[in-house]
């Protein structure tokens, strides 16, 4: 900030020219006070949000400095991510952490000077300067030594209200736009939801005539599984054109193989994916291992493209997480962390993994995972037992086209959100920027030249706030010289 780029009615001086030194004292035992420390601060809202209600007994010894209403708070400790707050009534003369610089207007408009804190401009000045390497933390004299513009006190509170104004605006078009991935969230599940049960195509269904019993029975001939105790009888209706399996009925699965020292070096050295690899929807080639395949292992543990993998052990809510190999690595064996779908004809990959993602978002997979403290088993029996709604091929085909495409309008969507949430943060910090040089309120001063004139001008007030202070800072006790009276 320079005065170059301030209105000439403004001064520049500093936050510590127009505050005051706050007071610190150590909760007594018997005192019940609220503690605000960095964690309670609200980044987005610049709010304190979740203070502690303490008894002075349990006071940690950071809690220190009285806070009072109309202080602004600044974090000292990571400063880059301006944790700041305006301290409202119902936290008058509580306490606060040392972390903070406790910020103590004289003569000037406290949401002026909270404004400031909140600006581009403050935040890389003190960021700047930080200092530690785990816990970077900027200095009390970085935020006192700030220069500030100081337009007259009417004004001050007129770019306060303008910012009230223009910023609640602003923040409600946030909170509108950061709804948005929850409805997208919603409208995908809802999507596979629909393509999985049948009512995606259902207008489709009465242009077509196709019949999955046919090509199922086909499959069972081809690929005959294990009897089953499972009861499909269970399950909600379906299409009439559709069918009720198991997946093992429609595809082959396959628990990967034990990971053993014995298998670490030699020859037949090939690579591998665990559980690490297999993310929601793609395969992460970043962190890839290899161990000893010999051929009858590579024959039985290979993947080939169109595979679907998916996390056999996980933490409860990704357990069953899958994803579809498309020959993303050559010679790519899988370890038994992972269990392997591969269909069979006349079974569609991507419906597939459609419905296992269904089945992911849906919470069946957790239902049947057997679980433990930490983790949670699928289980390769457990799931070639899983319901597998079918419908005919050509449906398959048709679903799969549909969810791509509303799948892909979601995608574009959320693309589009993300740019609009980046031009709201870039605007509220234009909209800081413009007040503090003096550009929100360039017609006002026209309009009110004797309220930034004469005792109403900065220079004035300066003048006012000096003598303030100087009241308000308490006089420094000297001692006397031995021997004088």
């Not at 509170?157 to 969230?185: F, H, M, W, Y």
């Not at 396959?254 to 690579?271: C, E, F, I, T, V």
């Amino acid at each position: 900030m320079s005065e170059q780029s301030i209105p000439k009615d403004w001064l520049l001086t500093s936050i510590d020219s127009v505050s005051v030194k706050g007071e610190q004292r150590k909760p007594a035992d018997s005192d019940k006070f609220i503690y605000v420390d960095i964690g309670s601060i609200d980044r987005e809202r610049k709010q304190i949000a979740e203070p502690q209600f303490l008894d002075g007994r349990d006071a940690p010894s950071r809690a220190r400095k009285v806070i009072n209403k109309g202080d602004v708070l600044v974090s000292l400790t990571r400063p880059n991510l301006n944790a700041v707050a305006l301290v409202e009534n119902e936290f008058d003369d509580q306490i606060a952490s040392t972390g903070f610089e406790v910020i103590k207007p004289v003569g000037v408009e406290s949401k002026y000077l909270f404004g400031l804190v909140r600006s581009r401009d403050f935040i890389d000045s003190i960021s700047g300067k930080v200092q530690g390497a785990l816990y970077p933390a900027a200095k009390s004299a970085d935020v006192k030594g700030y220069p500030i513009p100081l337009p007259p006190i009417a004004e001050q509170k007129e770019i306060a209200e303008r910012l009230d104004e223009l910023l609640a605006q602003v923040d409600s078009v946030k909170t509108r736009l950061d709804g948005l991935p929850n409805i997208l969230k919603r409208f995908r599940q809802s999507t596979l939801a629909a393509a999985t049960s049948g009512k995606l195509t259902e207008e489709w269904r009465g242009e077509n005539s196709y019949n999955a019993k046919t090509q199922l029975e086909e499959i069972k001939t081809n690929y005959p599984s294990k009897s089953s105790k499972n009861d499909l009888a269970k399950f909600h209706e379906l299409p009439s054109s559709w069918e009720w399996a198991l997946v093992k009925e429609v595809g082959s699965v396959q628990l990967g193989r034990q990971r053993a020292p014995k298998y670490h070096s030699g020859d037949n050295m090939r690579p591998y994916l665990r559980v690490a690899n297999v993310m929601e929807g793609y395969i992460d080639t970043s962190d890839i291992m290899s161990m000893v395949f010999d051929e009858d292992d590579y024959e039985k543990y290979h993947l080939s493209s169109g595979d679907i993998l998916l996390n056999e052990g996980q933490s409860h809510e990704l357990v069953g997480r899958p994803a579809v190999f498309k020959d993303e690595i050559t010679e790519a064996c899988f370890t038994n962390t992972l269990v392997r779908f591969r269909p069979y004809p006349s079974v569609s990959v991507q419906f597939s993994y459609y419905l296992f993602l269904t089945y992911l978002k849906t919470g069946r997979f957790q239902e049947i995972a057997s679980r433990t403290v930490n983790i949670s088993h699928l289980g390769a029996g457990r799931f070639a037992d899983m319901e597998f709604p079918f419908p005919p091929f050509e449906e398959q085909t048709e679903i799969v086209r549909r969810v791509e495409e509303l799948l892909a309008f979601a995608d574009q969507v959320e693309q589009r959100v993300k740019e609009a949430q980046a031009h709201v943060n870039h605007l509220t910090q234009s909209i800081l920027a413009k007040a503090f040089r003096g550009e929100l309120t360039a017609d006002w001063r026209a309009e009110h030249p004797d309220l930034i004139t004469g005792e109403n001008s900065a220079a004035a007030l300066l003048e006012r706030i000096k003598s303030e202070r100087e009241k308000l800072t308490p006089k420094k006790k000297t001692r006397k010289k031995k021997g004088s009276k």
